[in-house]
């Protein structure tokens, strides 16, 4: 590689401010969707009994989903 085939890429200060400004934009994006999620959405179940929990929260709008909670809940119980 040469100096006359080397390509330097200058931001221009615009392009620049409009990349912080987009990180910043999505940072808040998702610190408001996280408001709006339920608190079981943001962890994990710890433990069968939690495990139980999202079941019920999944009954009515995804009953197999809660089916294999629950099946998965059961195995830890026994």
Same mark, same amino acid.
């Given at each position: ?19 912080? %400004? &987009?990180?910043?934009? $999505? ?5 408001? =969707?996280? !408001?709006?999620?339920? @608190? ?14 999202? %079941? &019920?929260?999944?009954? $009515? ?5 809660? =089916?294999? !909670?629950?099946?998965? @809940? ?5």
């Amino acid at each position: 590689m040469t100096v006359t085939t080397m390509t330097f890429r200058h931001t221009s200060t615009f392009d620049a401010i409009a990349w912080h %400004a &987009e990180r910043a934009l $999505a940072a808040g994006a998702r610190a408001v =969707a996280g !408001l709006f999620q339920p @608190a079981d959405h943001r962890s994990q179940p710890r433990n069968a009994q939690e495990l139980l929990a999202w %079941a &019920e929260q999944y009954e $009515a709008t995804q009953p197999s989903y809660a =089916a294999d !909670l629950r099946a998965v @809940a059961q195995k830890h119980l026994d």
